[in-house]
């Protein structure tokens, strides 16, 4: 009975190992926890000028931290020192694992891009001012870039049409004119400056318009566009509109200097202090942080080779407050008309030239 008994016991033991053996095994898949999705990696490379260009560039790194912290994302910053940089930086940002690297400024249509893009097809690329396609990047390996393009003649004719108005109740013999300076001759820069022409032109017939450039390559030398504005200065400007990045800076110092408005771009630089009349937006921030959420939405679906566009109506250009130093009576009249000018532009009952 003892050697029975003992037997039975020893059987329910091996039985009880067995039962929680074959529940452990079977409660593996249940019990450990879902494998983590691998994080989504995000590089932004500057253009010359950096973080704090006051412009172009900060409006880039907002819209990468807004995606930081409402998408969740991991976000590195490139800075771009010299025009060697870019093409070094987005091949660092690629290497590293980015699974979207943002190239900010046009001058990466020209070359960095087409040389990095195809190197790495697996990584996706987006590039702010860059035109994909004959007239802009012409790369037929380049299907791994997203172009942005923002119709900046939409947002330059707004303000121009503002320092038109402004001139029309403000008239002054001999000085009846208005300036517009851009650092280079590229796309986005003849864009602005013909809907600015063509803005102060449909406030005002009368009012001189002086269009010239810099020549100023990096976008960031100060010296060349204060020199620019200086000469439009003297030739009676008395509002200077800078389509120029950080070489603008100079142009708006010289403006206040001369006691003549000065008109911002890209950014509302109104901070700049109340010698700025207005400025002509474009949301920068909204298009990166676009790219990121299309990106995350769906990594390997990002797919490149067209432009994604931002306009007046996509709330992608506008322009920016009216100065404080501008009366209430004028800042009524202005504000009225560039309202119903915008519904004009928005609706393509007003279409501004982009040359």
């Not at 003992?6 to 452990?24: S, Y």
């Not at 987006?126 to 396609?133: I, P, Q, S, T």
């Not at 923002?150 to 004719?157: K, L, V």
């Not at 060349?224 to 120029?244: D, V």
């Amino acid at each position: 009975m003892k050697r029975k008994t003992l037997m039975t016991l020893a059987a329910a033991a091996l039985v009880g190992v067995l039962a929680v053996a074959i529940a452990a095994v079977a409660g593996i898949g249940r019990a450990a926890p879902a494998k983590q999705n691998a994080p989504v990696r995000v590089a932004l490379v500057t253009d010359i000028g950096g973080l704090n260009d006051k412009g172009f560039n900060h409006l880039s790194y907002v819209g990468l931290q807004r995606a930081i912290k409402q998408l969740k994302v991991q976000g590195k910053v490139y800075i771009t020192k010299t025009a060697a940089d870019r093409k070094a930086n987005l091949q660092a940002a690629a290497q590293a694992g980015y699974g979207l690297v943002i190239g900010v400024g046009v001058l990466f249509e020209f070359g960095p891009l087409n040389d990095v893009a195809p190197a790495f097809p697996n990584t996706k690329f987006a590039g702010v001012d860059v035109e994909w396609g004959p007239n802009g990047l012409n790369c037929a390996a380049c299907t791994n870039v997203r172009g942005i393009q923002f119709r900046e003649q939409e947002a330059g004719y707004l303000v121009g049409y503002i320092a038109g108005l402004w001139e029309k109740r403000h008239p002054k013999k001999g000085h009846n004119v208005v300036g517009g300076v851009g650092a280079n001759k590229v796309p986005a820069i003849v864009r602005y400056l013909a809907g600015y022409k063509a803005g102060a032109k449909k406030a005002w017939p009368k009012v001189k318009v002086l269009i010239d450039y810099a020549n100023d390559p990096t976008f960031a030398d100060q010296a060349k566009c204060k020199e620019t504005t200086l000469n439009q200065i003297n030739e009676g400007s008395r509002a200077e509109f800078e389509a120029a990045g950080a070489c603008g800076l100079g142009g708006y110092l010289q403006a206040k200097a001369s006691h003549v408005w000065g008109i911002g771009v890209d950014a509302d630089q109104g901070f700049l202090g109340r010698h700025m009349l207005t400025s002509a937006t474009k949301n920068v921030a909204l298009s990166v942080f676009d790219a990121i959420k299309a990106f995350k939405a769906n990594p390997s679906g990002f797919n490149g080779g067209f432009n994604k566009n931002y306009t007046l109506k996509n709330h992608g250009v506008g322009y920016g407050k009216l100065s404080s130093k501008v009366s209430k009576a004028d800042s009524k009249y202005i504000t009225k008309k560039v309202i119903a000018i915008e519904k004009l532009i928005a609706k393509g009952k007003i279409k501004p030239p982009a040359s």
